[in-house]
């Protein structure tokens, strides 16, 4: 089983909607980030959180540690948000597990 | 804005041939990784490098692999004798302290 769980893996929607991906996962963690990768294959850090709340922007991502649990929204959703969403979550001193992906479709 | 960069962009080279990969972390950064990708995978971490020796390590980083700091700037990823199977886009990162990473644009390595 994987230590780090993204749902959906492909998701698909209009412009303008409103966007949700979850992260589960299963190790004890100190923090979790949120990663961009775009169709060229580079990375883009979006958020790194250990607690509550965080914003910028359109996008918004929560956790929950007890429910070890996260989820990403994008407001307003654009074209160009299209990419693939990756969670990971440090374990250990200086190690990322990383989950495997979401990637998101926005059609005009 | 400050940026990781990787060269070369793309590598191609036989099996059993030794590869480095090189990158240039932010300048003030003091924690340094690298990740693999295999073509439709997720990410995987390999190693990461605090204060010139490895901090953590992954079981894919066999003997096959090393890591240096050669001189302050770049981080290099040494591949000793490619197989097959390391093919796939290879990521350098670095931090500040354990915190948000900034990623390099990658290595796309093609063994043959």
């Known amino acids: 089983k994987n230590e780090v769980e993204q749902s959906p893996q492909n998701l698909t929607a209009q412009e303008g909607e409103f966007i949700t991906i979850n992260c589960s996962y299963s190790?004890?963690?100190?923090?979790l980030h949120w990663l961009q990768q775009h169709p060229g294959g580079g990375i883009v850090s979006l958020f790194m959180?250990?607690?509550g709340k965080k914003k910028h922007g359109r996008l918004i991502a929560t956790i929950n540690i007890q429910e070890k649990h996260s989820s990403l929204h994008i407001t307003a959703s654009h074209p160009r948000d299209s990419a693939v969403y990756i969670c990971?979550?440090?374990?250990?001193?200086?190690?990322?597990?990383f989950g495997q992906g979401t990637r998101l479709t926005i059609n005009p | 804005e400050p940026e990781v960069t990787q060269t070369p962009s793309h590598q191609v080279t036989q099996m059993g041939q030794e590869v480095i990969l090189r990158c240039v972390p932010i300048?003030?950064?003091?924690?340094f990784y690298w990740y693999r990708q295999i073509l439709g995978q997720k990410v995987e971490f390999l190693v990461s490098?605090?204060?010139?020796?490895?901090?953590?390590k992954s079981e894919i980083f066999d003997d096959q692999f090393s890591v240096e700091r050669p001189d302050g700037s770049n981080f290099t990823l040494k591949i000793r004798s490619t197989k097959l199977e390391d093919s796939a886009m290879y990521f350098c990162?670095?931090?500040?302290?354990?915190?948000?990473?900034?990623f390099g644009p990658g290595t796309r390595l093609t063994v043959t």
């Open positions: 990162a670095s931090s500040v302290l354990l915190n948000e990473q900034y």
């Open positions: 190790v004890g963690i100190s923090a």
């Open positions: 959180l250990s607690s």
């Open positions: 990971a979550v440090w374990k250990g001193a200086q190690k990322l597990v």
């Open positions: 300048s003030n950064h003091l924690y």
């Open positions: 490098f605090y204060n010139n020796e490895i901090s953590e």
